[in-house]
T-cell receptor
């Protein structure tokens, strides 16, 4: 079944540790996104990529980095995790960037930083 | 500025109709999205409005008034499976989305 796969689904992490959340899509979508979702707040864009080889900063990029070496993969790295990065992280994709239309979301990665 | 508001929680009865409102202030407004998110799951797309008026899709309809900065999602013939959070998101001219915090809809038998 086509879609977006995120890993891990859940992780508890000590503060200061490095962590990479993986995201893979098999829909050949050009654009990919990383959001975080916190209770009482809307989804907030961390980083995005309009096409393979390019990335951009979203609303809350500090403390996070991404890469887009190919169309399918879009990993999110926390270089040195802090408790405020405790959140649910969603990867999403769309066929094209701009006039995004429908976003397709992965099932989320729940991250707890202690 | 960029702002989007929707009620935190609503309760409705199975079989009834419910309207979930969303107001937005978005510079360079370029469309309004509604997504459904069941607890512990990913958001899924429901509707997109860019022109004024009502878009009907089965039991769900979405309305937009650009002049008023207002949208609503109308759910008819409510079913228990409609219990979920409903996320409103406005699209800016650069195609990035500003998301509301979501409205948790509780359906009672």
């Amino acid at each position: 079944i086509a879609g977006i796969t995120q890993a891990p689904t859940s992780q508890i992490l000590a503060a200061g540790r490095r962590m990479t959340l993986r995201c893979t899509q098999d829909m050949r979508h050009n654009a990919m996104y990383w959001y975080r979702q916190d209770l009482g707040l809307g989804l907030r864009l961390i980083h995005y990529s309009n096409t393979a080889g390019t990335t951009g900063k979203g609303e809350v990029p500090d403390g996070y980095s991404v890469s887009r070496a190919n169309t399918d993969d879009f990993p999110l790295t926390l270089a040195s995790a802090v408790p405020s990065q405790t959140s649910v992280y969603f990867c999403a994709s769309s066929f094209v960037a701009g006039n995004t239309g429908e976003l397709f979301f992965g099932e989320g990665s729940r991250l707890t930083v202690l | 500025g960029q702002n989007i508001d929707q009620p935190t929680e609503m309760t409705a009865t199975e079989g009834a109709i419910v309207q979930i409102n969303c107001t937005y202030q978005t510079s360079g407004f370029n469309g309004l999205f509604w997504y459904q998110q069941h607890a512990g799951e990913a958001p899924t797309f429901l509707s997109y409005n860019v022109l004024d008026g009502l878009e009907e899709k089965g039991r769900f309809s979405s309305f937009l008034s650009r002049s008023k900065g207002y949208s609503y999602l109308l759910l008819k013939e409510l079913q228990m499976k409609d219990s979920a959070s409903y996320l409103c998101a406005s699209q800016k001219e650069d195609y990035q989305l500003i998301w509301g915090a979501g409205t948790k809809l509780i359906i009672k038998p």
